[in-house]
């Protein structure tokens, strides 16, 4: 959950690293360094508190500039005297500011420089400005014919604002295009390896995966990984680490540099949360683009009229956002970009289960005004949209490197979903994620969402194939509308033990038909009977669920309650309530504190603290789903995340299900017992949290468990009535069934229910059940 009341804000201080700028540039050598400097996140309720810290900091590390949230912010020793002095409540988020750059400039001073056929290596660190081009230029050489190297425009310093252009053979007068960029913020390292990775991706993948080639033949992307590259030059010069700005020197009357390239652009240039303050980190420039990098993508973008989508990668935070950033007023095509921010956000989340907050930009973070994302889409009518990467908090802009490629993989998956929304004619969802299993031998209704790409539907084309058992042709079936975008059709009857092959197609007002999912791989699901195993809604004691804490637990440990809700920087921290609809309350949660007690109170301190399902008999079930509600909540220092775990031998040793991360609400997720450990009669299902090191509020709970067992049960045709003995009545049962055109009466599975079938059962009766 966002903060609803939103300040504007103007970051007026002078920065350190500004104000060192006295020289011409490029800048003095020595820089700026930040001894004793500490990144804080300040907890901020008031207006007066956000004013009192905006006051005594000069550098704002987070978007989350706003009141209900948390601040983070870096200081020096003496700033830091002064907050607490202020009375502020925050936690220490970096402790050495200058410690940790100078870790990396160890680290980078020591690192192998990437060449041409290091390949993939690149992933394993950061590179400069030169070796991102030498990377492109190489991915150029091994496809020249999918790609070219582009030059925007140049930069303040004359250096060319480079990219890689990449689109499949053929004309592309009438295919739209894609402005992927990063880095307008030089200190935001984690960006530029995401267009190199995107780069690298769609052509190494596109030979072999049919979806990468129809993006790439339908789409021309241009992709940009230095929008700013003189600021990004300077972050590698000594003590220079932390620019943001680009390199503009100071006016008359002022010695600072540079212009926030992103308060730059002359789309409602000049209105809230942009500085007239050259020293400002978010100054605007004397005039809407007065900056040459502002110019130089502007003329690019307008020369070319198929622009359709735009990216402009940031760190850090992990938010997917979309315009507007000058007004909290919806814009007119808010569902299309609420739909793709949603597209973005679920790519992300199933890469490696991180959940990227989304929303428009103005009410998510707040007021900005001159960004890219207002101008491509205000100016330009481009759907565009910003992405702050990894990490949440700490450590900030010095993103490790183990997650370089991490972070580029998941933001990748999310520019596959708008990269698909830019080529695609139609775009497919299905409301309710594809059905695991359907019931057997009954028809089962599937809903698919069915809205405009670069074409229009077709009113009445939608059509869901289908067929049982994996072979032989697929069956058509007209879609009928449900209203809006969404749309049903029907699954067949299908017997307990088969799959059921199925997609959708659909055309559009051009007669171009489009196919879901793409590139001929159908959905699957299969039928099978399922029986509710164990169930405990939490309301009352049920045996067999047992606690286990570790020593170093010091609070928090797992109870079954009525939970008493805590709020934390604006976000429900414990929640209210329990998850089971009314006149359910309880639930497991990590100890319950007291009414009005504060948010760490009674969370998760040291640990883990670890709950255990009562043993299951799942033995032989064909499958088995573990489906629960879980709640999990953890901020500040190194954020915890909820572990899951089963066991097959009633707890001696334990295979790691999935981890979830914070969310501040009910969520729910199912998993297949088999896919873990083979299905025994002793399962266990463990839960655990904590907070190690002890540095974070993490509160967990956990609601509504139920586990299903899955199979087909050995079934006697004949005994129709399922009575448990053959007798006349089952006569009676199979004439019924016939008459009603019951699958289950093509005894012969002729594929038709004619009089043989009745020859057919009269055999099989005789010949008796097992
Ligand atoms: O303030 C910014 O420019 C971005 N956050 S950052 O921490 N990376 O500096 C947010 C960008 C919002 N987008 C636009 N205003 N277009
Ligand atoms: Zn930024």
Redesign the pocket.
């Known amino acids: 959950m966002r903060h609803s009341s939103v300040v504007g804000v103007v970051i007026a201080a002078c920065t350190a690293a500004a104000s060192a700028q006295m020289g011409p540039t490029p800048a003095p050598p020595g820089g700026v360094r930040y001894d004793g400097h500490k990144v804080v996140q300040v907890d901020v309720r008031t207006a007066r508190e956000l004013t009192t810290t905006l006051a005594l900091t000069d550098d704002v590390w ?2 989350r500039v706003g009141i209900g949230g948390q601040v983070d912010v870096r200081v020096s020793p003496e700033q830091l005297a002064a907050m607490q002095q202020a009375g502020l409540r925050f936690t220490v988020m970096i402790e050495d500011v200058q410690a940790q750059i100078d870790a990396e400039a160890a680290r980078l001073a020591a690192r192998a420089h990437w060449a041409p056929g290091d390949g993939p290596g690149f992933f394993d660190d950061f590179h400069t400005y030169d070796e991102h081009r030498a990377f492109l230029q190489d991915l150029v050489n091994q496809y020249p014919n999918l790609a070219s190297m582009i030059v925007v425009g140049q930069s303040l310093e004359g250096r060319d604002i480079f990219g890689i252009r990449i689109t499949g053979p053929g004309s592309t007068a009438n295919r739209p295009a894609a402005f992927y960029n990063a880095a ?2 030089a200190r ?1 390292w984690a960006t530029p390896p995401v267009i190199a990775y995107i780069a690298e991706q769609l052509l190494t993948n596109y030979a072999t995966d049919c979806r990468i080639q129809q993006l790439v033949d339908s789409v021309e992307f241009h992709l940009v990984p230095f929008v700013n590259p003189d600021g990004y030059v300077y972050t590698w010069t000594p003590n220079n680490r932390l620019w ?1 700005k680009n390199r503009k020197p100071p006016p008359a009357g002022s010695t600072c540099f540079g212009v ?1 390239t ?2 730059n ?1 002359g789309y409602q240039w000049g209105g809230q ?1 942009a500085s007239t303050d050259p020293c400002s980190e ?1 100054y605007r420039g004397v005039a809407g683009f007065s900056e040459p990098e502002t110019q130089a993508v502007r003329d690019y973008v307008s020369a070319n009229p198929r622009f359709r989508s735009a990216m ?1 990668f ?4 992990q938010l997917v ?1 979309s315009p507007w ?1 000058y007004t909290d007023a919806l814009p007119p095509d808010h569902p299309t970009f609420a739909m793709l921010n949603t597209r973005m956000q679920q790519a992300i989340e199933s890469t490696y289960g991180l959940v990227y907050a989304a929303g428009p ?1 103005f009410t998510t ?2 007021p ?7 101008w491509f889409y205000g100016a330009e009518g481009v759907y565009a949209f ?1 992405i ?1 990467v990894r990490p949440t908090g700490n450590p900030g802009f010095l993103l490790p490197p183990d997650q370089i490629l991490p972070n580029a993989i998941e933001n990748y998956n999310a520019i596959l979903e708008l990269a698909g929304f830019t080529g695609d004619a139609l775009l497919f969802e299905l409301p309710s994620g594809p059905p695991a299993t359907v019931p057997p031998n009954t028809p089962t209704p599937v809903q698919v969402a069915i809205s405009s790409g670069s074409g229009a539907y077709y009113t009445g084309s939608g059509r869901l194939h289908s067929r049982i058992g994996g072979a032989g042709p697929f069956t058509l079936s007209p879609l009928t509308p449900l209203g809006g975008t969404v749309f049903q059709g029907t699954l067949p009857a299908a017997p307990c033990g088969s799959v059921i092959e199925y997609f959708f197609s659909a055309d559009t007002t051009t007669f171009q038909t489009v196919v879901f999912p793409a590139c001929a791989d159908p959905l699957q699901t299969s039928a099978v009977s399922a029986t509710v195993a164990f169930t405990d809604e939490f309301e009352t004691a049920v045996a067999g669920w047992t606690i286990q804490n570790d020593a170093s637990l010091t609070a928090g440990g797992w109870v079954r309650a009525d939970p008493v809700g805590t709020t934390n920087a604006g976000a429900a921290a414990q929640p209210e309530d329990d998850h089971t609809a009314a006149p359910g309350v309880a639930c497991y949660v990590t100890a319950n504190g007291a009414v009005g007690g504060a948010a760490g109170s009674a969370d998760v301190d040291g640990g883990p603290t670890r709950l255990l399902s009562p043993t299951l008999d799942l033995a032989g079930a064909d499958g088995a789903v573990v489906n629960y509600w879980y709640w999990l909540y953890s901020v500040n220092g190194t954020p915890d995340p909820m572990e899951i775990h089963v066991s097959n031998n009633n707890g001696s040793t334990w295979t790691a299900v999935t981890t979830h991360a914070s969310q501040s609400s009910w969520r729910t997720n199912s998993f297949a017992v088999q896919d873990f450990v083979t299905l025994t009669d002793q399962v266990r299902v463990r839960f655990t949290a904590n907070d190690t090191p002890n540095n974070s509020l993490t509160e967990a709970a956990i609601d509504d468990f139920v586990v299903s067992t899955q199979g087909c049960p050995a079934t006697c045709y004949a005994d129709c009535n399922t009575s448990g003995s053959l007798t006349v009545a089952d006569f009676g049962c199979f004439q019924g069934k016939y008459v009603l055109g019951d699958l289950y009466a093509d005894c012969n599975a002729s594929g038709t229910l004619t009089v043989a079938d009745f020859g057919c059962f009269q055999g099989k009766y005789v010949l008796g059940c097992p």
């Not at 940031?314 to 935070?317: C, D, V």
């Not at 900005?368 to 207002?374: L, N, Q, R, Y």
């Open positions: 987070s978007h307008q913020h935001e943001r926030d992103n308060r652009w949360g978010t402009d940031h760190s850090y935070s956002m950033a930009i973070i707040y900005a005004s001159g960004g890219a994302v207002d910003t702050e």
